[in-house]
């Protein structure tokens, strides 16, 4: 059974930093295209950073240079450092790993900016 589980969101205030982790069971997340995505309340969730399985990352413009994904695969987790962190960030953010036609989300960490 795959598993993909999210942890390390929490409340911050901006400007701070939280590091989210997505760890994967039953899969080799090395062989898949990983993303973080986000959903604010009300709006469509939304593309954060991708890694692809060849080490390629690309990243939403409001998110470039605070926010970095990396991958570990002896742990076979994916995070999602983020710096500089925005009230505009605020939102519940999923894991997903992709391949080819097959996709695995997590249940999401809520992320809040807040003073």
């Known amino acids: 059974q795959v598993q993909l589980v999210e942890s390390g969101g929490g409340l911050v205030q901006p400007g701070g930093s939280l590091r989210l982790s997505c760890a994967a069971s039953?899969?080799?997340?090395?062989?898949?295209?990983m993303g973080w995505y986000r959903q604010a309340p009300g709006k469509l969730r939304e593309l954060v950073a991708t890694l692809t399985s060849g080490g390629g990352t690309n990243y939403t413009d409001s998110v470039k240079g605070r926010f970095t994904v990396s991958r570990d695969n002896a742990k076979n987790t994916v995070s999602l450092q983020m710096n500089s962190l925005k009230p505009e960030d605020t939102a519940v953010y999923y894991c997903?790993?992709?391949?080819?036609?097959?996709?695995?989300w997590g249940q999401g960490t809520q992320v809040t900016v807040s003073s």
């Open positions: 039953g899969i080799r997340i090395r062989l898949y295209n």
């Open positions: 997903k790993a992709t391949y080819y036609l097959t996709t695995y």
